[in-house]
């Protein structure tokens, strides 16, 4: 994941425009839109790593994820937490992988001994 987040921010603008219309095919990039995926992709990669090094991802805080301009404000209300790394892969994943993601992680929710949404490390709201 590191590789390919680096091999990503090192491409020209252009070359990353190209990069998102071949991932997500959704028409015209702006420089704001390559900004938002460079924080996704880096979200994620912090939480491979988190995850890898068996590091505590309950309580991280780590690099700044920015919100989608299409989506309201209160979907992400911190930029730096747990919550905020399920929100860029969300948004990096086909949609069949985040119903996949959200169903593996409504297992983990149900399966744990601690109440999730006491201890903050997940919004009440987040399968939404």
């Excluded at 921010?9 to 990069?19: H, I, N």
């Excluded at 071949?22 to 988190?50: I, M, P, Q």
């Amino acid at each position: 994941m590191g590789t390919v987040t680096m091999m990503y921010s090192y491409l020209r603008g252009d070359l990353r425009k190209k990069v998102l219309e071949y991932s997500f095919g959704k028409g015209r990039y702006t420089k704001k839109d390559t900004e938002l995926v460079d924080t996704w992709l880096d979200a994620v990669r912090n939480l491979r790593n988190y995850c890898a090094h068996n590091s505590m991802v309950v309580g991280m805080n780590s690099s700044v994820v920015l919100l989608d301009p299409q989506d309201q404000q209160s979907v992400l209300t911190k930029d730096n937490d747990l919550f905020s790394r399920l929100y860029a892969l969300n948004k990096l994943l086909p949609k069949e992988d985040t119903k996949r993601l959200k169903n593996d992680i409504m297992k983990l929710v149900k399966k744990t001994p601690i109440d999730v949404y006491l201890l903050n490390i997940l919004p009440r709201d987040w399968e939404d």
